[in-house]
């Protein structure tokens, strides 16, 4: 089979991660994969590069041209599947895939949609999705439950596969030391991953931890802001802005507890991660997190935004450290009966033969 994934870049994120996931876990199969990207490259190309993946970018100034050099892509390769992830992908490639004759065209959506925001993109999507694709996929109940409501005549095009994520591996650095009790979050420092309320409430929660710290592992446009913030709540001390790393694994291993502040979210990979990494977690009400905590029973959810509320969980938590291990016990079993890349890499590969056998009959 061949497939060809069509995304905006493989820059390190979720949908970028599960992509990669896929490729390696397909081509392990025998499968032939390439990625095309509309934007730009990223780190996540080299690392497929050099595991036989091919990696094309078609970025251009217009929609149109980028179209136009897709579809000369696709009459190269002549793909069996294109697998298009989010909105932009699957308003670009779905027709062009058609047009070169696909024999399945799937659509992932790696968050949730939020109707009636950017309206028109949404239209144009669920258009797109109604004509050409086979099926879009959710990331998690949550997310097909309101794709379905969204657009209800093709509400039956929309399935479940929840995402998978490898244990972020250490490095070969010695464990990293840490003081007392120890929050961290992994994610882009952007607004949607609202760190600032995370510092909110470590600002509130130490006046009752005493031996409190936080690492926040990431990158983003948000940095400054949030360092300016860091000194203006007087925490600089205790909290620990790691940048982006290549050894998560180390930071999450020697942690306590994970946590996650955001006010949108599809299904995280950090949060798997962490779980893959035996961490409980505290996180808000948005997305697909609730599922995951009910689903691990290893963690809390708090109302997105409230600071003094996510304040409330990190004292509950650090007065629960004789816990800790249990819980990151039931996190990690999740992990492994749940969320791991050759079950989600398994329930592609049936979705993709199940709208080719389809194609074959029709």
């Known amino acids: ?26 081509g392990a199969a025998g499968h032939r994969v390439e990625v095309h990207c509309l934007t730009t490259a990223g780190r996540l190309a080299d690392e497929l590069q050099q595991v036989g993946v091919p990696v094309y970018v078609h970025a251009c100034a217009t929609a149109h041209r980028t179209m136009w050099r897709l579809f000369r892509a696709f009459r190269l390769s002549r ?11 699957t308003i670009r490639a ?20 939020r109707l009636p925001f950017r309206l028109r993109k949404e239209l144009k999507f669920w258009i797109t999705a109604a004509a050409l694709c086979d099926r879009v996929v959710a990331v998690c109940d949550t ?22 994520a490898h244990p972020q591996r250490g490095g070969d650095e010695e464990a990293i030391a840490k003081r007392g009790f120890t929050l961290v979050s992994v994610g882009r420092l952007v607004a949607a991953k ?10 509130v929660a130490r006046a009752q931890i005493p031996d409190l710290s936080l690492w926040i592992v990431g990158s983003g446009d948000q940095g400054p802001a949030l360092h300016q913030l860091s ?3 007087d925490i600089t001390s205790i909290v620990r802005f790691c940048g982006e790393r290549r050894d998560v694994g180390r930071w999450l291993r020697a942690a306590d507890v994970f946590v996650l502040s955001s006010i949108s979210e599809g299904l995280p990979i950090s949060l798997l991660e962490a779980m893959a990494a035996g961490l409980p977690a505290i996180v808000t009400d948005v997305g697909g997190l609730p599922e995951l905590v009910a689903l691990s029973g290893a963690g809390q959810t708090v109302p997105a935004g409230d600071a003094h509320r996510l304040a409330d969980a990190i004292v509950e938590y ?15 079993d999740c ?28």
């Open 1 to 26: 089979m061949v497939i060809a994934h069509v995304i905006d870049s493989l820059e390190i994120g979720g949908a970028e991660t599960v992509v990669a996931a896929l490729c390696r876990a397909h």
């Open 79 to 89: 793909p069996d599947v294109v697998h298009c992830h989010n909105k932009t992908a």
């Open 94 to 113: 779905a027709v062009v895939a058609r047009l070169t004759g696909a024999r399945a065209v799937v659509s992932t959506r790696h968050g949730l949609a």
């Open 143 to 164: 997310a097909r439950h309101n794709l379905a409501s969204g657009a209800p005549p093709v509400a039956h095009k929309v399935v479940t596969i929840r995402n998978g």
């Open 194 to 203: 609202n760190f600032a309320t995370l510092l909110h409430a470590v600002a």
């Open 231 to 233: 000194a203006e709540l």
């Open 318 to 332: 650090s007065r629960r450290r004789h816990e800790l291990a249990a819980l990151g016990e039931r996190a990690s």
């Open 335 to 362: 992990y492994r009966a749940h969320f791991t890349p050759d079950r989600m890499a398994g329930e592609y590969l049936a979705l993709y033969g199940a709208c080719l056998r389809s194609d074959s009959v029709a």
